[in-house]
């Protein structure tokens, strides 16, 4: 679909990949300014105040419908997106934030019925050049990749979230650190160390702590990134 097209079209969930990899294509080379503008959507002051703004923006002009739900953000297409920020070198330049990891109701929890399956089975990544220096109308979407786990990655994936929910089950959540995981890490997960969430404590008794995310780490996101796109 071209561009002359798309400025008169709704933005709405697309019912198929050629719907969505046509969207797609329309946003790859833009900037941020630009797709702010024809998703009317007002761009932060700057940089340092539009924490979140990206994901949002990106998620708005591809349609995505799931908004904060436990589930893909194209539920039509069983699909998670996730923008990832890189640099020139197509570097990410931080971990990449999955979903929030539950800390009570889990004592039948499993892989399976987590959050993180359904977001991390089948995601779209989106890069943007967006090194820190950058303003928003120097911020481009540089490419995209679907990925789906290997055998051997989803076993993984299953065996750091089995080590960090042990944890969380008996007790221990705040002995989880960034070390633990070999592709995904449990972090604290919120604007400030105020917010605060109830768990179990070391004897069982109820405690409050900082929420907790999953993430996948850095170097793997990396390794995607080379798989999968390359410097031109």
């Not at 719907?19 to 009317?40: C, D, P, Q």
């Not at 708005?60 to 589930?71: D, E, P, R, T, V």
């Not at 928003?136 to 993984?156: A, I």
Request: aromatic share 10%.
């Amino acid at each position: 679909m071209g561009s002359e097209n798309k400025k008169n079209t709704k933005i709405t969930p697309p019912q198929n990949f050629d719907e969505l990899i046509a969207n797609l294509n329309f946003i790859v080379g833009k900037s941020l300014t630009e797709l702010a503008e024809f998703a009317k959507i007002p761009v932060p002051i700057d940089t340092l105040h539009g924490k979140g703004f990206t994901g949002e923006l990106i998620e708005k002009c591809l349609g995505a419908s799931a908004a904060n739900q436990s589930i893909p953000d194209f539920p039509e297409l069983g699909l998670e997106l996730k923008s990832i920020p890189v640099d020139d070198n197509l570097c990410p330049l931080e971990s990449t934030f999955l979903c929030y990891a539950p800390l009570t109701g889990i004592r039948h929890y499993s892989f399976e019925s987590s959050p993180l399956y359904s977001k991390i089975t089948r995601v779209l990544f989106v890069l943007i050049r967006a090194s820190r220096e950058l303003d928003f109308s120097q911020r481009v979407v540089l490419g995209y990749f679907f990925y789906t786990p290997s055998e051997d990655e989803l076993n993984t994936v299953r065996n750091d979230f089995n080590e960090l929910y042990e944890l969380v089950k008996t007790g221990n959540v705040e002995k989880i650190n960034a070390r633990i995981g070999q592709i995904i890490q449990m972090r604290p997960k919120g604007a400030s160390g105020k917010v605060l969430t109830e768990c179990i404590g070391p004897n069982g008794e109820i405690i409050r702590t900082r929420p907790r995310g999953f993430y996948m780490r850095r170097a793997f996101t990396q390794k995607l990134i080379q798989q999968n796109l390359s410097v031109e």
